[in-house]
Nanobody, 121 residues
Framework: VRLEESGGGLVQIGGSLRLSCAAS????????IAWFRQGSGSEREFVAA???GRSDSTKDRFTFGFDAAKNMAYLQMNDLKPGDTDKYYC????????????????????WGRGTQVTVSS
């Protein structure tokens, strides 16, 4: 499976962005899928996953989306804050994950190259 993110960019505080993750190679439907983010010098932080997994810091503002027919995953981000500035990554695991596994970056087998999101103050 190859993953490619898009949709990042520069946005003002309070703005919205929709990230997309296109999967190629195999049907996406059987995989555990998630979004992570990572800043320079930081570990990858879980953001949201298929199966209604969401991090406490973003659950009221970010929503995971999935379209099996298009082999696409999405991350709708609303009310963006400067602390959301990071590179965002799409990840896929070869099996569906439980609520603990889905939050652990080590559970995932495939990663995209990421898309940068910058929130200006």
């Amino acid at each position: 499976v190859r993953l490619e993110e898009s949709g990042g960019g520069l946005v003002q505080i309070g703005g919205s962005l929709r990230l997309s993750c296109a999967a190629s190679g195999r049907a996406f439907n059987a995989y555990g899928i998630a979004w992570f983010r990572q800043g320079s010098g930081s570990e990858r932080e879980f953001v949201a996953a298929r199966g209604d997994g969401r991090s406490d810091s973003t659950k009221d503002r970010f929503t995971f989306g999935f379209d099996a027919a298009k082999n696409m995953a999405y991350l709708q981000m609303n009310d963006l804050k400067p602390g959301d500035t990071d590179k965002y990554y799409c990840a896929a695991a070869r099996s569906v994950l439980n609520t603990v596994q889905m939050r652990d970056a080590r559970s995932y087998d495939y990663w995209g190259r990421g898309t940068q999101v910058t929130v200006s103050s």
